[in-house]
């Protein structure tokens, strides 16, 4: 991590700034999900204060800095706690599919043989669905067995990525088995775990971090469209700006945009600014597209010559 910061710092040019953004604005959305009991003047499931119960789709007004919805909710509050669910399914369903994802990786492409093609062949038929399809699929089977929670929404996601992570892990490993210091490493007598786990892991998931945070931008949008078509997470469970965001369909076609707004608004940032990590990153650790910051070198004058 250290050494990627320090390359990052290095950088210079577009690439430097869209990643500069995307974490800029990446950090405000994490700080609004660390801090949102905080921030959040109501729960994400309140919907009254003192027994008073709060108005149906009102505008801002005192008490409800961008109004309520039809649900008696404030919009602010649930935009907040949406932040805290968002982060938390992203972080999870992305951790998830990238230790599953590398190790599965690391193990097929190292050993080989039967294990391999059985593998390959099952992240081959996953990868050939939707991902949306199969976040679907996913999300009905767990719904029946653990409900609809965050934890839920995380798993579905996991599914989607993990061919990802192995596809590139497996192919980088294959090339990398036959490297000298490997074949030194066996011939020593180091053991497999031992050649995977000290020299092939740290050589083959350079790439992992970007495809990282590309996949949490993805992650952040399928999250949407599940909450939008009812299969994501309940209201009483979670805030979820995809649902927000379906619950606003009959107010922006009677003309109100206050509901829709916000929850559409706070997609759109946190997925651009995904987006522009994982592309600044891709930049940055890239050799090839990487410009570095010059330092200007200051030769020394020379010394006139005695007469």
Not at 5 to 22: D, M, N, P, S
Not at 138 to 145: G, N
Not at 181 to 200: C, D, F, H, Q, S
Not at 272 to 288: D, F, H, I, R, W
């Amino acid at each position: 991590m250290r050494a990627t910061a320090r390359r990052a710092w290095r950088t210079e040019g577009l690439a430097r700034w869209i990643l500069l953004v995307g974490l800029v604005v990446t950090t405000v959305f994490v700080l609004f999900a660390l801090f949102a009991p905080w921030i959040a003047p109501y729960g994400f499931d309140q919907n009254s204060s003192d027994g008073v119960r709060f108005p149906k789709t009102s505008g801002p007004g005192p008490g409800h800095l961008l109004g309520t919805n039809d649900q008696f909710y404030d919009i602010f509050s649930r935009v907040v706690w949406g932040a805290r669910t968002a982060v938390l399914v992203v972080v999870l369903s992305v951790v998830l599919s990238a230790v599953i994802g590398v190790l599965l990786g690391l193990v097929s492409g190292y050993l080989g043989g039967w294990f391999d093609r059985i593998t390959v062949f099952l992240m081959d038929a996953l990868y050939s669905f939707p991902s949306l399809l199969l976040a679907i699929v996913f999300s009905f089977m767990l719904r029946e067995r653990i409900g609809g929670s965050i934890l839920a929404a995380a798993l579905s996601l996991t599914a989607i990525y993990i061919p990802q992570y192995f596809r590139v892990v497996r192919n980088t490993t294959v090339a990398a088995r036959q490297a000298t210091y490997v074949e030194a490493a066996e011939a020593l007598g180091a053991r497999p775990i031992t050649v995977m786990r000290r020299y092939l892991l740290p050589n083959v998931t350079s790439s992992v971090p970007v495809i990282g945070t590309l996949n949490a931008a993805d992650a952040l949008g399928t999250l949407a469209a599940l909450g939008f078509l009812g299969l994501g997470i309940p209201p009483n469970e979670a805030a979820d700006w995809g649902y927000d965001l379906s619950r606003a369909l009959d107010d922006v076609a009677a003309g109100d945009l206050g509901p829709a707004l916000w929850p559409g608004l706070a997609i759109i940032l946190l997925v651009t600014a995904l987006t522009l990590v994982g592309e600044g990153l891709s930049e940055t650790l890239n050799p090839t597209l990487r410009r570095p910051r010059r330092t200007a070198v200051v030769l020394p004058a020379r010394p006139e010559e005695a007469p």
